[in-house]
C-alpha cells in the first residue's frame, strides 16, 4: 500500500453562471496503512477530494503524491486504486462468484488462487451462500458486502470508500460497520473512509479530517475532535448533540473575572484568568461546553427547561438561560419538565473559549 500525500490542493469547478471552489487548499496525509475518515457536511467537498486521489478529477492547483512519486497527471488505472461508492456497482446477471473474480481475472489471475481468494474474501464478508446467486436478486445490503468484498480482493495502492454503508438498513450497517474495521485492522491497508455520519466515521477511522466549504478544519484523533476542537465549527458539527456556542463579554469585576451578557447571564471564569490575560484578555468569548458537561440540579446559573427530549438512556434538555439557549444531556434520573426553573453549572475543565471573529479555539 502507499502513503497519499494532498499537497495544497484546489479543485475548482467553472459553471456557466458560477464559479465552485469544491476543494480549497487542502493539504493532507494519510499514513501507509492508515484508516482515515473524511468527515463533513453534503457539498463540503468530500467525493471531489476522493475523486482527485483516484484521478478522476485533475486539481486546479496543488499536487497529489502516492508514496515519494507526484501522481497528479498520472491515469486513474495507473494509480490502482480501488473504489466503492455509496451505490453498488455489480454486473446483475452474472453470478456473485464471477463479480467477485472480475478483478483478479482482468490481472490474469490464476484460476486455483482466484478460487482460494473469492473463497477467502467470501467467507470474511458472510456471503458464501450466496456466490452462485445473481445479483441482480439480492438485496442491497447483500449487494454492497459484495462490492466491498469485489474492493478488497484485489491488492490496490488504496482503498477509497465514498459513503458505502449509507444506502443500507440500520442492522446491515452496523455489521458491515464491524466487519470493515476488523478487516483493515487485520490486513493494514490503507483506507480512505468519506462519510457524513460521524458515529461512522469517529468509529471506524483512527483519524479524521472535518471538512467544511471545501477546507479541512481540523485533521485530528477522534478523541481530539472531540475533546479539544481547533473551531466552532468542529465543536458543533462533532458530538450529539453537538458543542454549546454561547457568545459572551468578558468582563472584570472585584477582581474576578466573568462570562456575561447583556440579559443577566453570568459565569465565574477566574480559574482560567491567568490564561485569558496571557492571550490579552479578549473582550468578547464564545463559551463551548458540550451538553455532556452541563450539570442540573445546582450552580450559579438559572435555567428554564423548554423542551425534554427522550434519547435512549439519556434526556436532552432544551434550555434557556437568561438571554441564551443550550442543551444538556443528562442521566435519566433528572427529571425535568417543560416549564420547571432549575440551576445549572458547568464541568469548569471541560469549558473551551473560542474567537468570535474567527471561531478559532483560544482555551
Ligand atoms: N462536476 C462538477 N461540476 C460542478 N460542480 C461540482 C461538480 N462536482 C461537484 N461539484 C460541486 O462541488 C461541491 C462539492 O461537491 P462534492 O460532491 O465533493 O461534495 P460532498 O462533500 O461529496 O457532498 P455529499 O455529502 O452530498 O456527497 C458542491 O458544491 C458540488 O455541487
Ligand atoms: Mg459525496
Excluded at 486504486?81 to 481475472?105: D, K
Excluded at 459484495?146 to 455489521?175: G, H, Q, Y
Excluded at 478544519?217 to 481547533?230: C, I, K, M, S
Amino acid at each position: 500500500m502507499v502513503r497519499v500525500f494532498l499537497d495544497h490542493v484546489t479543485k475548482i469547478f467553472k459553471g456557466e453562471k458560477k464559479r465552485v471552489v469544491a476543494v480549497d487548499d487542502v493539504t493532507l496525509e494519510i499514513p501507509d496503512g492508515a484508516f482515515v475518515g473524511l468527515l463533513g457536511p453534503s457539498g463540503c467537498g468530500k467525493t471531489t477530494t476522493l475523486r482527485i486521489i483516484a484521478g478522476l478529477e485533475t486539481p486546479t492547483k496543488g499536487k497529489v503524491y502516492f508514496d515519494e512519486e507526484e501522481v497528479t497527471d498520472w491515469e486513474p488505472r495507473k494509480r490502482n486504486v480501488a473504489m466503492v461508492f455509496q451505490f453498488p456497482v455489480l454486473y446483475p446477471t452474472i453470478t456473485v462468484y464471477e463479480n467477485i473474480a472480475l478483478p483478479l481475472r482482468a490481472a490474469k489471475e490464476p484460476e486455483s488462487e482466484i478460487r482460494k481468494k473469492v473463497k477467502e474474501i467470501a467467507e470474511l464478508m458472510g456471503i458464501t451462500e450466496i456466490l452462485n446467486e445473481k445479483p441482480i436478486k439480492l438485496d442491497v445490503n447483500s449487494k454492497q458486502k459484495i462490492s466491498l468484498a469485489k474492493a478488497l480482493i484485489r491488492d490496490p495502492s488504496v482503498f477509497i470508500l465514498d459513503e458505502p454503508l449509507t444506502v443500507l438498513d440500520p442492522k446491515a450497517r452496523i455489521e458491515l460497520r464491524t466487519k470493515l474495521k476488523k478487516i483493515q485492522l487485520g490486513m493494514k491497508k490503507t483506507m480512505i473512509y468519506v462519510t457524513h455520519d460521524q458515529t461512522e466515521s469517529l468509529t471506524l477511522a483512527e483519524k479524521v479530517a472535518v471538512m467544511n466549504a471545501g477546507k479541512i478544519l481540523q485533521y485530528d484523533t477522534p478523541e481530539a475532535l472531540y475533546d479539544n476542537p481547533a473551531n466552532t465549527f468542529v465543536g458543533w458539527f462533532i458530538g450529539n448533540p453537538g458543542m454549546n456556542l454561547i457568545e459572551c463579554d468578558v468582563v472584570e469585576e472585584n477582581g474576578k473575572l466573568y462570562l456575561s451578557t447583556e440579559g443577566g447571564f453570568r459565569y465565574d471564569i477566574s480559574f482560567i484568568a491567568d490564561e485569558l490575560k496571557k492571550l490579552g484578555q479578549p473582550k468578547t468569548v464564545v463559551l463551548g461546553i458540550r451538553p455532556e458537561f452541563v450539570e442540573v440540579g445546582s450552580g450559579p446559573l438559572k435555567a428554564k427547561c423548554v423542551h425534554a427530549e427522550y434519547v435512549g438512556n439519556r434526556i436532552i434538555l432544551h434550555l434557556e438561560s437568561y438571554d441564551r439557549t443550550l442543551k444538556a444531556k443528562t442521566p435519566i434520573t433528572v427529571r425535568a419538565r417543560p416549564g420547571d426553573t432549575l440551576r445549572i453549572d458547568f464541568v469548569k475543565e471541560r469549558i473551551k473559549l473560542f474567537d468570535p471573529k474567527t471561531g478559532n479555539a483560544l482555551l
